[in-house]
C-alpha cells in the first residue's frame, strides 16, 4: 500500500496570506495525485487531479506541482472560505489517501 | 451534470444489517465507475472500494475485503454499500463518488451510520 504522508499536520495563516501544503508518497505514483478540499458537515470537492490540473470551477488561486514522490498545493491568497481540511489521494496502486492538512485562521 | 443522491442517516445496533444507496441522476451513471469512501469521526479518508454499475465489475481495498459488499443496480442507477453484521467500529460517514481516470470529481452528500447498542 503506498502511504501518502501530508505537512503540516495544520496551517495557521490569515486571509490574503499564501498556503503550500505537502503530499510525499511512500514510493512514486508518477502524477496520479489529486487534492481535495473538505469543509465541515460537507464532502470533499475536488481541486487538483493529475497533479497540476485544476478541477472543472475551481480558482485560480488554487494550483499544484509535483510528480514521482513530492508534490504541493498552493493556495496563493486565501480567501475566508478556504479554511478548511486538504487531502491528497493517489491512484497509482489502489487508492489511499493522505492524513490531511486544516488550514485554520490565525 | 451526475449528480449523487445517497440514502438517509441510519441508526442500528450492533449484529444488524444494512445497505445504504446512492442514486445517480443527470447524467450516464452506468458508465463511470462509482466508489465508496469512509471517514470516522474527526478522521481523513478511507477508499472502500469501487464498482461498475455496467456490468457488476467490483473491486476491494484489501482493508474493506470481506468486510461489506459493493453491487449496483443499473436499470435504477444506484450502487449500494452493504454489511451483514455491523460493528461499533463501522460508526462513520460514508460517501459515494465517481471516480474519473485518478479523481474522484463528484460525491454524495454522505450517509451516517451510527451503530451502538
Known amino acids: 500500500e503506498i502511504v501518502l504522508t501530508q505537512s503540516p499536520a495544520t496551517l495557521s495563516l490569515s486571509p490574503g496570506e499564501s498556503a503550500t501544503l505537502s503530499c510525499r508518497a511512500s514510493?512514486?505514483?508518477?502524477?496520479?495525485l489529486a487534492w481535495y478540499q473538505q469543509k465541515p458537515g460537507q464532502a470533499p470537492r475536488l481541486l487538483i487531479y493529475d497533479a497540476s490540473n485544476r478541477a472543472t470551477g475551481i480558482p485560480a488561486r488554487f494550483s499544484g506541482s509535483g510528480s514521482g514522490t513530492d508534490f504541493t498545493l498552493t493556495i496563493s491568497s486565501l480567501e475566508p472560505e478556504d479554511f478548511a481540511v486538504y487531502y491528497c489521494?493517489?491512484?497509482?496502486?489502489?487508492?489511499?489517501f493522505g492524513g490531511g492538512t486544516k488550514v485554520e485562521i490565525k | 451534470e451526475l449528480q449523487l443522491v445517497q440514502s438517509g442517516a441510519e441508526v442500528k445496533k450492533p449484529g444488524e444489517s444494512l445497505k445504504i444507496s446512492c442514486k445517480g441522476s443527470g447524467d450516464t451513471f452506468n458508465t463511470y465507475w462509482i466508489a465508496w469512501v469512509r471517514q470516522m469521526p474527526g478522521k481523513g479518508l478511507e477508499w472502500m472500494g469501487i464498482?461498475?454499475?455496467?456490468?457488476?465489475?467490483?473491486r476491494y481495498s484489501p482493508s474493506f475485503q470481506g468486510q461489506v459488499t459493493i453491487s449496483a443496480d443499473k436499470s435504477i442507477n444506484t450502487a449500494y454499500l452493504q454489511w451483514s453484521s455491523l460493528k461499533a467500529s463501522d460508526t462513520a460517514m460514508y460517501y459515494c463518488?465517481?471516480?474519473?481516470?485518478?479523481?474522484?470529481?463528484?460525491w454524495g452528500q454522505g450517509t451516517m451510520v451510527t451503530v451502538s447498542s
Open positions: 464498482i461498475y454499475p455496467g456490468d457488476s465489475d467490483t
Open positions: 514510493q512514486s505514483v508518477s502524477n496520479y
Open positions: 463518488a465517481r471516480q474519473v481516470a485518478s479523481a474522484f470529481d463528484v
Open positions: 489521494q493517489q491512484r497509482s496502486n489502489w487508492v489511499t
